[in-house]
């Protein structure tokens, strides 16, 4: 019975999210960022990439991502508007179903929990908002995410594949590089390198290979140009991005401090975030491997995503589903105090006040202050002290012992 209820409570939610707010109403009103992948994709098809990027940045629907992304999309762009769409559709819903999977394999280990299909329903409510928002835009994080995770997977079988589909990651937005971090940590010194060669080749040598080097050059600086200026129409402090950078210039405003020096002290931050969380177990670690604790370097390493990357829009939360989904795993087994309060004000803060529920003022008011980025910054924390706590030795000493 308990078996039955649970299959039809995530077989419901399957419903609602294909035929309700997040399907089909988005791909006939929204999908805001569809129509700038389809016309990028259409100037280098019809061979007119000098105007591929808006230079002047007069409207923020420009498009202002590398040019391979617009040649990979060709196919979507050849298939027309509404059958590109649909399709596009299908391949967000198949990047969601992998990730939850892969997000439910990664809990199994450490919890008892018996219901697979009770348990990918709550990943999906706990997501639900990053992922309606994802599929409002079409934003393509879902798609690099699944590109990470498929580089962890194949990893060991295939470290040319592995580096393959991080290039592509990197090539399509720059900022999986800091998943190529946990690559670099784990000394996987091939894919790392080969990762950056193809990344290299993909962003600048293929415009060159493809239309000659001055014409390549060209587009390569004109690639370079939007990338550095993306901050020009969204402001890095915007209220929807809840990371570490534009909280910090929020809360730098507030207290009337200069917003753009704690800006730049806020990325030398990050990066000493980074180099922290990496630096002691790479550094005296021995040639030992212990999978669960490279699992768990891993997830956090895609945690530090949308914590770091200074435009992080809410549908980067789904980087938080394999740390949510251990999470929930343990709130279940062990009921330890910390854990059920750092979730419950994940609900309540990153899930719960948004727009539409709490109303824009209020949505607003919370926002700027950072409270949705307090609420999954409870759940990191959390997970980073389960982990430390079972893998202190491997911390500590530098060794996989567990």
Request: some cysteine; overall charge positive; aromatic content about 18%.
């Amino acid at each position: 019975m308990k078996n039955r209820f649970a299959k039809g409570s995530f077989v419901a939610l399957l419903v609602v999210l294909v035929g309700g707010g997040g399907g089909v109403i988005h791909v006939n009103k929204n999908f805001i960022d569809y129509p700038v992948y389809e016309t990028a994709a259409l100037r280098v098809l019809n061979g007119d990439v000098s105007h591929l990027y808006d230079l002047n940045r007069n409207s923020p629907g420009g498009y202002y991502y590398p040019y391979f992304f617009a040649l990979a999309f060709i196919p979507f762009a050849a298939m027309g508007p509404e059958l590109g769409r649909w399709s596009f559709l299908v391949l967000f819903f198949f990047c969601y179903f992998f990730v939850l999977t892969f997000s439910l394999r990664l809990a199994r280990p450490s919890s008892s929990i018996s219901t697979s299909f009770g348990f990918l329903g709550v990943l999906i409510l706990l997501s639900t908002y990053s992922f309606n928002d994802a599929l409002m835009n079409a934003n393509i994080g879902l798609i690099l995410l699944v590109l990470c995770i498929a580089a962890y997977k194949i990893a060991d079988k295939s470290w040319a594949l592995a580096s393959a589909l991080m290039a592509i990651s990197i090539s399509f937005k720059v900022y999986p590089v800091i998943v190529l971090c946990y690559f670099a940590w784990r000394r996987d010194w091939k894919l790392v390198f080969t990762t950056i060669l193809l990344t290299c080749g993909l962003m600048f040598g293929l415009p060159m290979v493809i239309y000659g080097y001055t014409r390549g050059f060209e587009i390569v600086s004109n690639q370079h140009f939007v990338l550095s200026h993306f901050g020009n129409h969204w402001p890095y402090d915007s209220h929807v991005f809840q990371n570490i950078p534009a909280t910090a210039m929020r809360i730098a405003e507030l207290l009337h401090f200069n917003k753009n020096q704690v800006f730049n002290a806020s990325l030398v931050f990050s990066g000493i975030i980074i180099l922290v969380f990496y630096s002691k177990s790479f550094f005296l670690r021995n040639a030992d491997s212990d999978r669960g604790f490279q699992d768990k370097m891993f997830v956090i390493s895609l945690a530090l995503v949308p914590m770091l990357v200074p435009v992080s829009w809410y549908n980067m939360g789904l980087f938080y589903l394999p740390l949510l989904s251990c999470i929930v795993a343990d709130a279940f087994e062990r009921r330890e105090r910390f854990t059920v309060i750092s979730l419950i004000c994940y609900v309540v803060f990153y899930c719960l006040c948004t727009p539409d529920i709490i109303g824009r003022p209020l949505n607003y008011w919370l926002a700027f202050r950072g409270l949705p980025f307090l609420g999954i910054a409870l759940v990191v924390l959390d997970f980073c002290r389960q982990t430390f706590r079972k893998y202190q030795g491997n911390f500590i000493c530098g060794k996989f012992t567990g």
